[in-house]
């Protein structure tokens, strides 16, 4: 996948994201739990919003996720601000 498809696409960023497991460096997307790929869909047109590109999708500017401790809110967050900040066309 190059650059380009990766800023247009929150979901084939997580794809090519690597994040340390214990077995080694994985894919986001392949280590990821089902509810956590629902709310990323969830929120993957306020983030393209966010970053400035066009959105057919209606979306919210906010969101509220609650999870139980340990589950994952601080890595899916920074993976996607990570992203917002790859592939940001606001200057």
Known sequence: MNLL????SPGAFREALLIDTDGGPRPLAEVMDDWQ???????????QRAAGQEVTH???SRAWLERPRGHA????????ATWALFASRKQ
């Open 5 to 8: 498809q990766l800023q247009a």
């Open 37 to 47: 790929a629902e709310d990323f869909a969830a929120l993957d047109a306020g983030w």
């Open 58 to 60: 209606p979306c919210q």
């Open 73 to 80: 809110k601080s890595s899916d967050v920074m993976a996607m």
